[in-house]
DNA sequence: CAAATTTGTGCAAACGTTTGTATATCCTAT
DNA sequence: ATAGGATATACAAACGTTTGCACAAATTTG
């Protein structure tokens, strides 16, 4: 309302505007005097900046974008979310950067509110959560030679920038354990198709059982996105063929809480019945009954690292790496039995 | 990096700068045939319009401004933040609004930012996040007469445009309902006190005991801060008393499992043992093992109408209140058991 | 002590839009 | 034919900054 300018502040001070602004930069060729004599005017005047100028001419607007993907409704009940972003928002809040976020209903409106967010010099770079197979949103934003990174990686173009964790090698931890765990009948199931890290868990779990030489059976690889909406019908159906699983990989916890309850109320005890063990290790993992086995990505610094990497990008530091690895950890805890060879209990 | 500007345009099209504009906002006189020489031109060119320009000199920045609380640590693990989040976006990106982000990590630095925000004229409107009591926040944004709207209410202002629930109304419905149950022994488990919601819950949970003429226990009532990091020896000093409470109304659901999760451990059977009611409703309470009795305060329309709140306040609407309420409803699952009275097992 | 350099400040252009006012062209009505 | 009003477009100022250049004053140098 008030909106005092530098105009304003110039005229009481006695200077020019162009002093006001070298003043409010520091600049080195100013006199103590009247940078004073300045500094007093901006404060009985109650001088603020008007970001909005400074960005237009500066070209710079100290933003990052930030597109829900299109699948938001669904991962965005999701505490991962909040996670990724309380770590962005850390590392932004630290760098002098802010967020601009938008939402998008599909692919359609995803790539509009990009092109509005870049085109149209809102922001400086561009964060990409989760990419989808052949994302056209990395297309777009590297024709335009626009700078962005990735959280999740990019499988078409591999040497994008990106922060990621070592899916494969996290979904081979968790399934590994299992085994060693003594057991032989492992599930999996994984999280939405289309995403580049559901390929990769899978793919990790599909190692680590070629690996001791267990067959891969098909029928016991589920899609979660079948699963919260159907009443995971596909579970029973795995559950009740007469060599069912004995542990389940499940390639997000609140899919695995989900399906926890689902075979709870089938009657099944956890871990007695059933093993599962988790992926994200979100707060409420710990605090579920059992506690959760699960592997830990570090969610927080998944997203603190990401808007990090960016910011290094846009400032031109030397980036050393284009992929930075957020190291992952299996966090034991009590959802999954140990199960003795000569145990055919089950 | 290519910049293509209005001039460009204009240029191509073998028109004035100005002409290029008012086809872009459809301006009425202006003729069918230049428009469609315009629009090729945009085309072929590959014009977007600058919005940080546009911004300048419209002076409305289409941006909404969110500041998380302080309490961001802690608040933001938890679900509730994201949903409300998803419920803003939704609105927001409807309304052809962007949220611009930032968090604090003290009171000191959230005044700093909203203050960039607001002289800095980035953002049309400021959304703040559960108040706290005397929040200094709101004092500042009434002072400059700044539009915002508040999740949650001022204590110190009751007028000023709010969207929130009747949580006296909420905790009281949830003590009741343990009251129904047949329980008498109730105990209840705030949230930080600084905050007017922490203290609304716990009138409810007030009114409730006395509407029944039970006798209000300090010893009953457990601050929540001190819960998650001690380990919960407020609960466990409170259930080794000799007439420990059969239930407790727990003013946030993660901190309810984070309870149950000690219960449990203790060797209390939930809700054999000891009943729990919940609040908030977040996807994994019904989810956990037992399912939790919460109350549902629909937290994506907390989101959604504040920020629809605040875009009717902006574009001159009549408001018909300032203060819209969001219903509640108890869900009713299973971590509450009904106590008969003739039942002395507790 | 004059010349050269440094120091401090102002002027004006630029950033990319929007919009009020002026002007030119074209109708329509007298 | 011509005044009067539409209609369609251009001009230029404005939004609030930053910054290159010019220039005066102060200081250093030989």
Redesign the pocket.
Request: no cysteine.
């Given at each position: 309302m008030p909106?005092?300018?530098?105009?304003d502040v110039?005229r009481l001070a006695?200077?020019?505007?162009?002093?006001?602004?070298?003043v409010?930069?520091n600049?080195?060729?100013?006199?103590?005097?009247?940078?004073e004599k300045v500094r007093q005017a901006m404060e009985t005047l109650g001088?603020?900046?008007?970001m909005?100028?400074?960005k237009?001419?500066?070209?710079s607007t100290k933003t990052l974008g930030l597109v829900l993907p299109r699948s938001a409704e669904e991962l965005f009940a999701n505490p991962f979310f909040s996670e990724v972003l309380r770590g962005m928002l850390a590392c932004a809040n630290q760098k002098q950067y802010d967020l601009l976020m938008s939402s998008a209903n599909n692919p359609k409106e995803e790539m509009e509110t990009v092109t509005r967010m870049v085109l149209g010099?809102q922001v400086d770079g561009m964060i990409l959560i989760k990419p989808r197979k052949a994302d056209p949103v990395i297309e777009k934003l590297l024709a335009l030679d626009f700078p962005f990174v990735v959280l999740g990686r990019s499988l078409e173009h591999p040497d994008v920038p990106a922060v990621n964790n070592d899916n494969i090698a996290a979904a081979f931890d968790a399934t590994f354990h299992l085994i060693n765990q003594g057991h032989r009948r492992i599930g999996f199931v994984s999280g939405p198709p289309e995403l580049v890290v559901s390929g990769d868990r899978l793919a990790g779990y599909q190692k680590a059982l070629s690996q001791v030489k267990l067959p891969l059976r098909d029928e016991w690889v589920i899609a979660s996105d079948i699963l919260p909406k159907n009443g995971f019908h596909a579970v029973s159906m795995v559950m009740n063929a007469p060599d069912r699983p004995t542990a389940f990989v499940v390639s997000d916890d609140v899919v695995a809480f989900g399906m926890i309850r689902e075979l709870v109320g089938a009657g099944y005890q956890i871990p007695e019945d059933v093993s599962v063990v988790g992926f994200n290790n979100i707060v409420l993992s710990e605090l579920s009954n059992p506690p959760m086995t699960t592997v830990d990505i570090g969610i927080y610094h998944l997203g603190y690292q990401t808007a990090r990497h960016l910011i290094r990008i846009l400032q031109g530091e030397k980036v050393p790496e284009p992929n930075v690895t957020v190291p992952h950890r299996l966090v034991i805890r009590q959802s999954v039995r140990f199960l003795s060879h000569t145990d055919d209990s089950l």
């Open positions: 909106s005092v300018t530098i105009k110039a006695g200077v020019s505007p162009s002093t006001v602004s070298r409010i930069s600049h080195p060729r100013i006199s103590k005097a009247t940078a001088y603020h900046p008007n909005t100028a400074k237009l001419v500066s070209k010099r």
